[in-house]
């Protein structure tokens, strides 16, 4: 089995920053083909805010570009967002998301969530 283990969520002033993370672990990993960070708002279907495949080919939601950055390190099967410019309506639990294939078959995997608050 995989574990997706997030963390670098908090509060944050409007403007302001943060960096979540994101680490696959347990069962061999094979390949990870796609790495991704979905949100979701109180009341809100779950979103998704920015993808990454093995290649680096990136995607983001229209309302973080320029101002989010997602990237990964291989190696470490681990995943990042980097946000800035934080506005209150990015405020939501934000979810890792891998689609990879350990040594039994390929699926995806979610993280448990990590809040994300933006509040002055």
């Known amino acids: 089995q995989v574990q997706l283990v997030e963390s670098g969520g908090g509060l944050v002033q409007p403007g302001g920053s943060l960096r979540l993370s994101c680490a696959a672990s347990?069962?061999?990993?094979?390949?990870?083909?796609?790495m991704a960070w979905y949100r979701q708002a109180p009341g809100k279907q779950r979103e998704l805010v920015a993808a990454?495949?093995?290649?680096?080919?990136?995607n983001y939601e229209d309302s973080v570009k320029g101002r989010f950055t997602i990237s990964r390190d291989n190696a470490n099967d681990t995943v990042y967002l980097q946000m800035n410019s934080l506005k209150p309506e990015d405020t939501a639990v934000y979810y890792c998301?891998?689609?990879?294939?350990?040594?039994?078959?390929?699926?995806?995997?979610w993280g448990q969530g990590t809040q994300v608050t933006v509040s002055s």
């Open positions: 998301y891998a689609d990879l294939t350990n040594q039994i078959a390929r699926r995806q995997y």
């Open positions: 347990g069962s061999i990993i094979v390949k990870i083909y796609v």
């Open positions: 990454i495949t093995s290649g680096g080919s990136t």
